[in-house]
């Protein structure tokens, strides 16, 4: 599966924004998917995860309640919707697929990559 990553951009402390990814192929649904990001200087941390019919979620702790995943399994995209964004949200961000992880797993291993969007948060 291929992976675009899109929807990145500079915006201030407190606004919101979305971030889409859109997959190629006929499968999407068979792949459970999220979102990782890497600040400068920093490992690449996950962000959130998206189980393959979208009932399921998982998200790294801090971001739980800012962020929100979903997926539209027709237009084989997913979406993090990325709200009260801080400067320290400012990373690129890359989707991800993995056919066999769980939602709770993918932080841990990923089989494929997309491209990175730059978000970048000014205070």
């Known amino acids: 599966v291929q992976l675009q990553a899109s929807g990145g951009g500079l915006v201030q402390a407190g606004d919101s924004l979305t971030l889409s990814c859109a997959a190629s192929g006929r499968t999407f649904s068979s792949y459970t998917m999220g979102w990782f990001r890497q600040a400068p200087g920093k490992e690449r941390e996950f962000v959130a995860a998206?189980?393959?019919?979208?009932?399921?979620?998982h998200y790294r702790t801090p971001l739980e309640g800012r962020f929100t995943l979903s997926r539209d399994n027709a237009k084989n995209t997913v979406y993090l919707q990325m709200n009260s964004l801080k400067p320290e949200d400012t990373a690129v961000y890359y989707c991800a697929a993995d056919p066999f992880k769980v939602v709770t797993t993918l932080q841990y291993g990923v089989e494929y990559w997309g491209t990175g969007t730059q978000v970048t948060v000014s205070s």
């Open positions: 998206i189980s393959k019919s979208g009932k399921s979620t």
